[in-house]
């Protein structure tokens, strides 16, 4: 099985395109920070792919800075560099992106709740001869 989980910060825009039959795809780097850090400065960056509506959405939605969640698959693509070495690239392709912070830059509080004002709910109670059971 080939899945991976990673929670971390845009490092870059993202990048829509359209390949030549129609179908988009984004592409996107994210920086992760390592679990058990000696320092701050020990980051991973991993490049993230999109296809069809999830690279919609990521495009419409995500800017650098924004923390995310991705559930994907690793893939490793070998190419040929112009110095005739193989050299190969590591990417993961998502399945699944989570919008962990706020579109519009509003700071989340430590629980985790917005800090901008929440609007009342409406009264949803029943009576009891309106349910349809």
Known sequence: MNKVF????LSSDV?????????SYCRFSIAVNRRFAKTSDEVDFFNILCWR???????????????????GSIQ????????????QTIEITADDVEFLSPKDGAKAS???????PVA??????????????
């Open 53 to 71: 509506g999830l690279a919609d959405t990521c495009a419409n939605n995500l800017v650098k800075g924004r923390k995310v969640a991705i559930a």
């Open 76 to 87: 490793i693509n070998k190419y040929q560099a112009q110095d005739g070495s193989t050299r």
């Open 15 to 23: 990048e829509k395109k359209t390949t030549s039959t129609g179908v």
């Open 120 to 133: 009342p709910e409406e009264d949803t109670t029943v009576a009891e001869g309106d349910l349809p059971f």
């Open 110 to 116: 430590s629980d985790g709740e917005s800090n901008e």
């Open 6 to 9: 990673l929670i971390g910060n």
